[in-house]
């Protein structure tokens, strides 16, 4: 059997994930790690992306909107501000969210938050993104 390192993926309101994995490969705000099992201790930022976990030669991803990462050898911690897994994600409220975003940025930049639509929209995008590529 392959080596593994456990992964918790845990939110302000739940675990939203908590297995023994092959791999993770995640987005931080400096760039994208791969990490397996043995990997160095790491403590990161996360970005707004979808989170790729490998186990048994099968990936799926979980989208992500921010958080902390941690690595040690034997385990990953993230503490993130929300994670889905793709059945989680309602299609048509990801859809309507993005598009209310898209709406707001070409509006006026002078009544709106501009970094909080931007953070909105990505969200929308990786939601998107992560339902997509549970269907394949």
Do not use: W
């Not at 390192?5 to 790690?33: C, F, H, N, Q, W």
């Not at 898209?102 to 909105?120: F, H, M, N, P, Y």
């Amino acid at each position: 059997m392959a080596k593994k390192i456990r992964l918790d993926i845990v939110t302000p309101e739940k675990v939203a994930y908590s297995e023994d994995v092959g791999m993770v490969i995640a987005r931080t705000i400096a760039g994208d790690v791969g990490i397996l099992p043995g990997h160095a201790p790491l403590l990161a930022a996360l970005a707004i992306a979808p989170l790729r976990i490998i186990t048994d030669e099968v990936e799926m991803q979980i989208s992500m909107c921010g958080g902390f990462i941690e690595v040690q050898p034997e385990k990953i911690t993230i503490l993130a501000n929300c994670a889905e897994l793709p059945d989680e994600i309602d299609i048509a409220r990801a859809e309507a969210a993005k598009q209310r975003a898209e709406s707001r940025l070409q509006g006026s930049k002078d009544t709106i938050d501009v970094a909080r639509a931007q953070a909105a929209l990505q969200r929308a995008i990786v939601r998107l993104t992560v339902t997509k590529q549970h269907k394949i």
